[in-house]
């Protein structure tokens, strides 16, 4: 089956610095990534939409100069969340979608702890 | 804007059914997903629907309304594993468009 990884699986920053989360699709080409957010007992929030060689889309209220993304290849988007606060903190997931495929598959997920 | 209800928690008892409902509100319908997600981990995959009608996939089901906007996630023969919980999802805009979840049921089997 279609497998999505995310590097790292966790990481805790100080609050003002930046992190960068990797999302790869291992076994095919994702012509279309996804980045969501959960909190705690909340459900998964679309946060950008990511297409290999264009800019991302941003869903409303997600700020894009907070939240960079770059999807420089079929099988790898990037989401760096610049200038990190404590209320940045939660599980981003990724999920890949390979052409015309109704199926997202996800990733591990990233749990942000920022302090 | 885009309503997708389902309840908060659930309680059921190991080997025995359970039903969990999803009513949806969306602006598109491209399909209706549903997922299990442990704690801490990501979504897996269980269910799709883009027709009306009853999907079966081994323990797990799923059935679709369009008309009504009402879809159901049906487990048999509970185990304990199946503690998790179950998110709704509808594609509103097409393939290539991110879903829209709703917040999940958490659904708790008991002994």
């Known amino acids: 089956g279609a497998v999505v990884s995310q590097h790292p699986s966790w990481v805790i920053c100080k609050s003002g610095t930046s992190v960068k989360i990797e999302c790869r699709s291992l076994?095919?080409?994702?012509?279309?990534m996804f980045w969501y957010r959960q909190f705690p007992k909340q459900s998964l929030m679309l946060m950008a939409t990511s297409n290999e060689g264009s800019k991302a889309t941003y869903e409303q209220g997600v700020e894009k100069d907070k939240f960079l993304i770059n999807h420089a290849s079929l099988t790898l988007s990037t989401l760096t969340v610049t200038s990190a606060h404590p209320e940045d903190s939660s599980f981003y997931i990724c999920s890949a979608i390979s052409g015309r495929e109704y199926e997202q598959f996800f990733g591990p997920g990233t749990r942000l702890t920022v302090l | 804007g885009q309503n997708i209800d389902q309840p908060t928690e659930m309680t059921a008892t190991e080997g025995a059914i359970v039903q969990i409902n999803c009513t949806y509100q969306t602006s598109g319908f491209n399909g209706l997903f549903w997922y299990q997600q442990h704690a801490g981990e990501a979504p897996t995959f269980l269910s799709y629907n883009v027709l009306d009608g009853l999907e079966e996939k081994g323990r797990f089901s799923s059935f679709l309304s369009r008309s009504k906007g009402y879809s159901y996630l049906l487990l048999k023969e509970l185990q304990m594993k199946d503690s998790a919980s179950y998110l709704c999802a509808v594609s509103v805009g097409g393939g290539a468009d991110g879903l829209t979840f709703g917040k999940g049921t958490h659904l708790i089997i008991q002994p």
């Open positions: 076994d095919f080409q994702a012509t279309t």
